[in-house]
């Protein structure tokens, strides 16, 4: 801990931590755990609801395969940006399709399972995967396995703290309102990406430790760059 908290390596830890963060209050655990509920309360049959969850499970699967295609060629920080755009997107529709009124019927379930799918479809590909390659990456090899096992600690702390409170906030506020509220955490993850996380992709650990130093994202890999230091981040 006294390292990780030295000023030295602070900004890195900081990062590692805003990383797992947002990837649980990006509202992940709010569709995973709780999707039969939403959809039985918009009208679904319990069976309907059951089976539209496996259909979601499958999709989270099958949009993971080209994330691990795509991670290496176009980098890991234009998939998190785009992953949050599209996740704030799909917490929109979901807000407003919830807020609008249309009651039961065809046309809201037709958009609530396309509001899900893109939101499920937007976190496979980008922020679900993202997060496991680019914590280690982060941080430098004499104090990784530390720092790495302290951001998954408080990463399924994140998980159980969104998944123990949103039923109280869904009973209290309604779906719309917590679908706004992720909408804005979104929006937020997005900004963080942008402004604060370094690229990992093909930069030695020194180059990304300087730059969080610096407290400035790192500059996109140059092209046809080879990282010359032996503690490479990339793979």
Known sequence: MRRLLSPRLRPVFVVGMLLVLFQNFVGINTIIYYAPTLLTDIGFGSNGAILA????????????LPAMRL?????RKP???FGALGMCAAMVLLAVTNLSGLGYG??????TLGGIALYIASFAISWGPVQWVMLPELFPMRIRAA?????????????????LVFPSLLHAWGAGINFLFFAGTTLLA????QRLLPETKGRSLEEIEQDL???????PEAEGSVPVSSGSASH
Request: aromatic share 10%; charged share 10%.
């Open 71 to 75: 991670i290496d060629r176009k980098g």
């Open 213 to 219: 130093l610096r407290g400035r994202p790192a500059r």
């Open 147 to 163: 720092a790495v096992s302290l951001c998954v600690l408080f990463n399924w702390l994140f998980n159980m703290i969104v998944a």
């Open 106 to 111: 065809g046309l809201l379930s037709v958009l």
């Open 79 to 81: 998939l998190l940006l």
């Open 53 to 64: 969850n496996v259909g979601i499970g499958l999709l989270n699967m099958l949009m993971t």
């Open 190 to 193: 997005f900004l963080f990406v």
